[in-house]
């Protein structure tokens, strides 16, 4: 049996949807994904997951590791510096990419052009005789001649 994706629905007060909504606004995400990455954690972690608050983060954080006073290091959602040529490597691949797509399509259509003149052309009977005394420019007994493009 396949992975199903399953539906689960709850009511919440105006206040509490207010505020996950200003909380997917910030994060740039839907809704749905909110809910979706904490059922994620909650299931990763078999249910042992704390919410706490920002401002309570770096508190309980820093006297977990000892060191209270370093609230600056502490962020919340972590972030990650990436090196740009990371970045311009991404960029470049994703430009082929494209550039290989674009590619792809063009194949495609030139082998859909080649099949439907194949089609067109499926009756015609061609000789290899026919084509050797065409290139050394006999004519045989038949009157018709072919083109090639």
Do not use: C, W
């Not at 207010?18 to 904490?38: C, G, T």
């Not at 000892?66 to 040529?85: I, M, Y």
């Amino acid at each position: 049996m396949g992975n199903k994706n399953k539906t689960i629905s709850f009511r919440v007060n105006e206040d509490a949807f207010e505020s996950l909504q200003d909380i997917a606004e910030e994060r740039d995400i839907s809704l749905s994904a909110v809910f979706r990455d904490y059922v994620d954690q909650l299931v990763d972690h078999d249910g042992q997951v704390t919410v706490v608050p920002e401002h309570e983060l770096a508190v309980r954080s820093a006297s977990e590791n000892g060191d209270a006073g370093d609230e600056a290091d502490l962020s919340f959602p972590p972030t990650v510096e990436v090196p740009k040529r990371f970045i311009r490597e991404h960029e470049r691949l994703e430009l082929e990419a494209e550039h290989l797509r674009e590619q792809l399509d063009e194949y495609k259509a030139y082998v859909t052009d080649l099949q439907d003149r194949l089609d067109d052309e499926q009756d015609e009977v061609l000789l290899l005789d026919d084509l050797d005394d065409f290139e050394t420019g006999e004519q045989s007994d038949d009157t018709s001649t072919y083109q090639f493009r």
